[in-house]
């Protein structure tokens, strides 16, 4: 492997601008720690810590290098722009291939950093642009493309428009940025706030350029909260990051958007994919986020901060979470007592996050943790809020089965939101480690796509795929595919 080249000389970035595709890189290198910790979700400085106290690690670094490793088995010899250090450069080299480091970062890492590096990478010529991270990663990539159509000045900056009517605009203020060598020479910690609104709601006719890219961008009556799914919709909307792609490599503990891969392989297929047939298609997608301090109270409320520009090639990446309808609850209520019905005593339950669990935990008469993952024996909670390594002890004291519900609309039963119920976990549970319980309109919302797979493990994931069996209701089961994208190579949602 050729040594990292730290700074890219002029020359070497106009030669790659030079080429037709380029990809560059970021992690977030705490992404994902709050998962396995119980935490639902890993944004702030104090659950990250708590995080680390509880034996949990980020696997960002090495799911990004996983993606690259597929784009490596083809293209031994691309160059990859990346960020210096653990947002980036680290896994590009693990990967074998060349990293060019064109942005700095600080220490610890913000989201300041990851919208500057964004930029960056779209200014030092990246076509496509691999982020490993979650809804927030994603949320601030968009900011910095969004950013990218224009070099801001030495001091601080913002979009204007008239009258000054831009809400939720993330901002960078007091970046240096310089064109010439395509780097961020430092960004401004504390300058990228979020103005009310949160993220990118409302950018109203706002236009900026800067030599060859430009950016337009038409918000006509634009986001717009849904009152009883608590998604969001774009109505009317034109949005666009000029030529620039994004494509997620899931890493973090929630993702609802629809700009990630199904797996890490599934990102580096679409990638070396994007660098042989020279881009493929793309469509929009949106960047959907919550607020996490909300979601540890149940209040489970996406929001669409923006769109990314997501290659398009069927089964590689995931769809948007769908929220469950006042219409189901009573599917729910009847799937939830099946599931009770076949609760068997002397096993330990491991009943984790979702509505159709806290349904569950109402039909057994015991308290649920909203977003955590709960053990009952016997009809009693023994541990609310568990850890993966609390679960693991639990395991260990006898036979156990987790429970688990679909996410909606994406399919996914495990690899989004319970990353307590680890690879570690579900390999410690013996041949039948899943009760799987659902209303039958999440499967038939489905359009026949199977259930999906992503702890991270390739062994226990493809230990997974076949066919399991979905509690629907009190006497009615379905009988359903489920997939491994990762153990694939490949992924099969929208």
């Not at 009258?163 to 990228?192: I, K, M, N, Q």
């Not at 209040?299 to 669409?304: A, F, H, K, S």
Request: with cysteine; aromatic share 2%.
């Amino acid at each position: 492997m050729r040594a990292p080249s730290a700074v890219p000389a002029p020359a070497m970035l106009r030669r790659m601008r030079s080429r037709p595709d380029v990809l560059g890189l970021i992690v977030n290198p705490v992404a994902g720690v709050g998962g396995p910790a119980g935490l639902a979700g890993s944004d702030g400085a104090d659950v990250q810590r708590l995080a680390r106290e509880r034996g949990a690690r980020s696997r960002a670094d090495e799911r990004a290098s996983a993606a690259l490793a597929v784009v490596a088995a083809s293209h031994p010899n691309a160059r990859v722009l990346t960020v210096a250090g653990a947002m980036g450069e680290h896994a590009v080299r693990a990967a074998g291939l060349e990293p060019v480091v064109v942005a700095q970062s600080g220490e610890p890492t913000s989201a300041a950093d990851t919208a500057a590096a964004a930029r960056a990478l779209a200014a030092a010529g990246a076509t496509l642009v691999l982020f490993a991270g979650g809804d927030g990663t994603a949320r601030d990539v968009a900011t910095g493309l969004a950013l990218a159509g224009r070099a801001a000045p030495p001091e601080a900056t913002r979009i204007e428009t008239p009258g000054d009517e831009v809400e939720g605009l993330d901002t960078l203020a007091g970046a240096r940025y310089s064109t010439g060598e395509a780097s961020v020479d430092r960004v401004a910690r504390s300058a990228y706030r979020d103005l009310e609104g949160g993220g990118l709601d409302t950018l109203a006719g706002a236009r900026y350029s800067t030599g060859e890219a430009s950016v337009d961008r038409v918000a006509r009556s634009v986001y717009r909260d849904l009152e009883g799914g608590g998604l969001d919709t774009l109505a009317g909307a034109r949005c666009s990051t000029g030529e620039v792609a994004a494509l997620g490599i899931p890493a973090g503990v929630k993702m609802y958007s629809p700009a990630f891969a199904v797996s890490p392989s599934a990102a580096g297929a679409l990638a070396a994919a994007w660098l042989t047939e020279g881009s493929l298609p793309t469509q929009l997608r949106e960047v959907l986020d919550v607020d996490e301090a909300a979601l540890r109270r149940a209040r489970v409320e996406p929001r669409l901060y923006g769109m990314l520009r997501v290659p398009d090639r069927p089964g590689r990446t995931q769809a948007r979470k769908s929220a469950t309808s006042a219409g189901e609850h009573a599917a729910v209520r009847a799937a939830a007592h099946g599931a009770a019905d076949r609760m068997e005593r002397g096993i330990r339950y491991l009943l984790g996050p979702g509505g159709t669990m806290a349904e569950l935990a109402r039909e057994l008469g015991v308290a649920k943790t909203p977003l955590g993952v709960d053990v009952v024996l016997d009809g009693e909670l023994v541990l609310a809020g568990a850890s993966e390594q609390q679960l693991l002890d639990e395991v260990r004291r006898g036979p156990a089965k987790a429970v688990v519900s679909i996410i909606g609309g994406q399919g996914f039963l495990l690899g989004r939101g319970n990353q307590q119920l680890s690879a570690r976990v579900v390999g410690e549970l013996g041949a039948d480690p899943l009760l799987v319980v659902a209303p039958e309109q999440k499967l038939i919302d489905l359009g026949g796509r199977p259930l999906l797979v992503d702890t991270g493990d390739r062994d226990v994931d493809a230990g997974l795929a076949g066919f399991i069996r979905v509690v629907t209701g009190p006497a009615s089961t379905s009988l359903y595919p489920v997939h491994a994208p990762e153990h694939e190579g490949e992924g099969h949602a929208p």
